[in-house]
């Protein structure tokens, strides 16, 4: 397995993340929801709620929408392919690779989190996280899929607690009203 590992890493070089993030379009998000690419156009058009709320510095929202951008990519990766539970964290190595800024390469593995207790750290990974959660939630929620009792497929609790767990960990406002507003426009502007 280490040297399927070396040969998918190798493949995966051949490209750079953002060659990767182009073909998002034929990862499907939801059949009623669009594709991964749909859903990281989204995330950067939501991205002012935050800016706002939080106060980003201009650095920060700059890092915000480029993770917004690649966060996904890693998903059409030989080696996620192969091994589904190194989401983020491929695709930080190979936005390193690629020349990115660190705050996006570490905002990338972030926003898979919490994950065994480890919370994101940064201001822009903990902001992704919480615009990935809240898309999501949004995005189903929107076509009519909520947890009933005992059936929750998609984590919609599990995101919801998320959100909430990330905004008190970085001691940030979490602005619920706005961010709805925010998503409900970029899902309007989208396809």
């Known amino acids: 397995r280490l040297a399927d590992s070396l040969m998918f890493c190798k493949e995966d070089q051949r490209q750079s993340l953002a060659d990767m993030a182009t073909q998002l379009a034929g990862v499907t998000f939801h059949e009623k929801l669009g594709s991964m690419r749909d ?60 020349g990115e800024p660190p705050d996006v390469a570490i905002a990338i593995e972030e926003h898979y989190l919490p994950l065994g207790g480890k919370l994101p750290k940064t201001v822009v990974g903990s902001a992704l996280a919480i615009l990935d959660k809240y898309d999501t939630l949004a995005s189903y929620f929107n076509i009519g899929i909520e ?15 998320v959100i909430v767990e990330v905004a008190c960990a970085i001691k940030r406002p979490l602005p619920l009203d706005q961010l709805l507003q925010g998503w409900a426009a970029a899902a309007a502007a989208s396809p």
């Open 39 to 98: 859903k990281a156009e989204r995330l950067h058009k939501f991205t002012a709620v935050l800016e706002k709320a939080w106060n980003l510095s201009k650095v920060d929202l700059k890092n915000l929408r480029r993770a917004c951008e690649l966060a996904k990519a890693d998903l059409v990766s030989s080696m996620v392919k192969e091994f589904p539970t190194l989401q983020g964290t491929i695709g930080k190595y190979y936005a390193q690779a690629s």
């Open 147 to 161: 947890p009933t009792g005992d059936q929750d497929p998609f984590g919609l609790r599990r995101a919801a607690q």
